[in-house]
């Protein structure tokens, strides 16, 4: 009977408190993580060309910020040197929050918090990371040993997710993120060197750093493969074509570099993930990072909804923090769109963190899984959209996955390219004119946000130069708002297919001339690889069979606004008739908005 | 948040404005709908909220010592299989009560040997009781470390009591010559105690939890009592369904 007892209690200490019991095992009493703020840097020495690479000093200069700022600084040792003292362990240092993450009895953080330089001591708490794209289906998949073949659907969606994001005219401009730095982080990168997606980026060199750290080695190609699959949809090809040459591309920025980062674990519930991301973006902050993509949505494990704000979690204050220095920060927005969850997970809910929600490639629209905007203090988010279901690249091959953890890599791929031809572009400028030449704009919802962003309005000639034309009239009745598209807007306008085309044809109507590289790409087309990144002339893809972009049935999106630009309600709907919508005008009093899109065009009502 | 898809074929701009309902453009297909104030309300009731309630289900084999003449077969053979409701009432991050009612399945397997008293000493092939019960519990939750909307790791500290809603005595013997087998049942066992308690722990994280329950009464009634004990220990798992 005892032996049962003890036995069973044992399991218990073990289950509750697994340090604690890690801790007795060494006859030490039980540490837990604490958060130490700082005082001060007063009296450190700083080096920015010596701690920062020339590629972070080249984008603080283009975005005319400060050599360094009071975050870069390092913390002061003798303030560490004392914190190390007396805790357990130290976990993480951080510059930015001037701040140590340590383990420590509570006697010991009692001891820290008298410390002349410390001020604060807090709990640092727990949290449990979801991937916010692994789905049954692909982690199912994931043990087949043989590479499957690709199916002609697959195949179809591979060539429409660039598509979408009017991938083959970014090609013709030359527009690839060559010269973009991205950094990606993730739960593990297995397979990524061997696969055949990746051999172009693997001899050239592109990945110019990686960590792990969470094991604090440079070692990322293990631990899970959802990197692998989210830089599938950035840099990863199908495979060669027959004459030998470039595969088409998943994503947007296969001839951008790299940096890898390991900073979660997959279906455990790590202390350290949280400093470990920061770790990560200090790191590629320092190594010259223009883009930050993290295709993970942290949530109930942690948080509750109304916690998403964008303050409360530590890695929306340091993805916050991220883009004042400079980077631009694309998050999922999660998966939690169908669950009981429903909002927006963080870093998603920062307010300068671009939140990507995902769309069915079947409708265009948004794809049920996506999770909801707004924010819990009601700012509008997500900010874009892109496809959530996607072919990409996995270490058996390639394989169609669902989640806006494929979304987030595909408008980073975007932003990279639209980078790359205006480098003059602060990242928050580079943020706002993604959202402006979004599909939607200057519509939104907590679905779509402004939609899909556009290439069109970076070239040469804008398609807004004209203001749009109206496609539907408000019709005001006694009680009612009638909403009734225009005659010449309720065309179906046929389809006639040319004689022949050319790829660059078929881009001309959207994008630059093929032949030539815009005036505003100057600056791209000057940009000389560096030294062992040269590549041949001819690595260019292959001339691509012509794929009609997606091609939706015209919708009808409207909201209704309340004088703080919240949004009450929203819809969207297919239009089989020229009445498409009748609203109650007491829900437009009071300061309510009536906010419609069809075709380009929206329109307002209030009164 | 829910996608409708909903198509009414009442054509015409006069019959629409004549039923003037809300939002209604008839014939229009609503492909994504949202009322953004259902969505985003707080709510009382989830897996860290102030209510929580879920069904789960449940596997735990006896265990321990019997005594002398009333010993079980261990392993698959005695065990016990139960389902029911929690509800969890939430006091603090750290502190909850949750109450059970369910049913179990409680088989004792008797292993036939020469010292067996219970219920008889006649020995036979196989030779198994078995109890339905109607549980009730409560227990008190310590929660460990902070988190979000999630049950997470935890300890409850529970007690409850069992009724014995009916009882069986299956044996089984050597069959004659010519017959399979030969099973005799006994149904409404009179010397089972209809009324049971229990004591024990529940370690779990999330959906999953593992469980002891060490029973405080004897499995025999008053007039029994000289009777050998059967184990008190049931250990297993259960799995919540939420």
Known sequence: MQKIWLSFFAVILFWVAPEACLAQQQSQPPTTRYWVTLRDKHGVHFEPAHYFSAAARARRTRQHLSAFEATDLPVRPDYVAAIAKRVDTVTLVSRWFNAVACRATPEQAAALRDLPGVLNVSVWPQREVQAASITAVAAGSRTTAAPKPISANDYLLARRQTAHLDGLALRAASLEGRGMRIAVFDVGFAGLPEHVAFRELMADKRIIATHDFLRNRDDVFHGGSHGTEVMGCLAGRLPATLGGGLGPALGLAPAAEYLLARTEQLHRERYAEEEAWLAAVEWADRLGADIINSSLAYTEQRYFPEQMDGHRSLIARAANMAVRKGMLVVSAAGNDGDNDWVRIGTPADADSVLAIGGLDPETGLHVDFSSFGPTADRRPKPNLAAFGIVLTTTPSGYERLEGTSFSSPLVAGFAACLWQQRRDLTAMQLFRALEKSAELYPYFDYAHGYGRPRYAPFTTVPRAAAAPVPTFDFVVHDSLIAVIIRTEAALRPAEQLPLVIEQSEATATIAAPATGIPAADTKAAEQVPDVGHEQPGDQRPAPLAVLPEPNYPAYLYWNLTDPRGVLHRYETRAVSQRLVLQVPRRLVQKGEVLRIYFKGYTGTYSE | ?242
């Open chain 2, 1 to 242: 948040m829910r996608y409708l898809f909903a198509v009414n074929k009442l054509p015409g701009l006069l019959c629409a404005l004549l039923l003037g309902a809300n939002f209604a453009a008839w014939g229009q297909q609503v492909l994504v709908q949202a009322n953004v104030a259902d969505d985003t309300v707080k709510t009382t009731f989830g897996p860290n909220r102030r209510y929580f309630g879920h069904v789960y289900l449940g596997y735990g084999l006896v265990a321990g010592q019997a005594g002398t003449g009333a010993e079980v077969q261990h392993g698959g053979a005695s065990a016990e299989l139960r389902g029911g409701g929690r509800f969890k009432t939430r006091f603090s991050q750290a502190l909850a009560v949750n109450l059970d009612l369910g049913y179990s399945y409680l088989r004792y397997e008797l292993e036939q040997n020469a010292q067996k008293l219970v219920p008889s000493p006649a020995l036979h092939r196989r030779e198994g009781l078995g109890l339905h019960q109607i549980y009730s519990e409560i227990s008190l939750r310590l929660n460990a470390g902070r988190r979000g909307n999630s049950v997470g790791r935890y300890v409850d500290l529970l007690a409850g009591g069992s009724w014995v809603v009916a009882t069986r005595h299956v044996t089984e013997d050597e069959p004659a010559p010519g017959i399979s087998r030969v099973e005799t049942t006994e149904y409404g066992l009179p010397y089972l105690r209809r009324w049971t308690g229990n004591v024990g722990t529940r370690l779990g994280i999330d959906r999953y939890a593992l469980a002891a329950r060490y029973r405080l009464s004897p499995a025999f009634g008053p007039a029994y009592a000289a009777w050998p004990e059967l184990p008190r220990w049931v250990m297993g798992l259960e799995i919540g369904l939420f």
